[in-house]
Nanobody
Framework: QAQLVESGGGLVQAGGSLRLSCTVT????????MGWFRQAPGKERDFVAR????????YYADSVKGRFTISSDNAKTTIFLQMNSLKPEDTAVYFC???????????????WGQGTQVTVSS
């Protein structure tokens, strides 16, 4: 079974940057799209960004557009989320996940990592 492991979270001051990584092992043929989601305490899990393994296509939530960048490595084993100009409202647990289709809906993602905490102080 495929496994997704996130890393790179931490504590950063507002205006700072972090780079999250999601390493995929035992990648399967149905891992078409890769996405990042986040969940703040007491809130629903929200879409952040997604990309395709074959490169090119990316899509972002309005709240992070222009500040976050999703990418993948050439070996197609790791997904990154570069987060710049971080705000306190970006504080959440960040999850990477894979989907069989090009989607921003949580329900369409079938493999999930365990999450990594991002905390932005004001």
């Amino acid at each position: 079974q495929a496994q997704l492991v996130e890393s790179g979270g931490g504590l950063v001051q507002a205006g700072g940057s972090l780079r999250l990584s999601c390493t995929v092992t035992k990648r399967t043929f149905d891992m078409v799209a890769m996405g990042w989601f986040r969940q703040a305490p007491g809130k629903e899990r929200d879409f952040v960004a997604r990309t395709m393994w074959n490169g090119g296509a990316t899509y972002y939530a309005d709240s992070v557009k222009g500040r976050f960048t999703i990418s993948s490595d050439n070996a197609k084993t790791t997904i990154f989320l570069q987060m710049n100009s971080l705000k306190p409202e970006d504080t959440a647990v960040y999850f990477c996940a894979s989907a069989r289709i090009w989607s921003a809906e949580v329900r369409d993602y079938h493999y999930w990592g365990q999450g990594t905490q991002v905390t932005v102080s004001s």
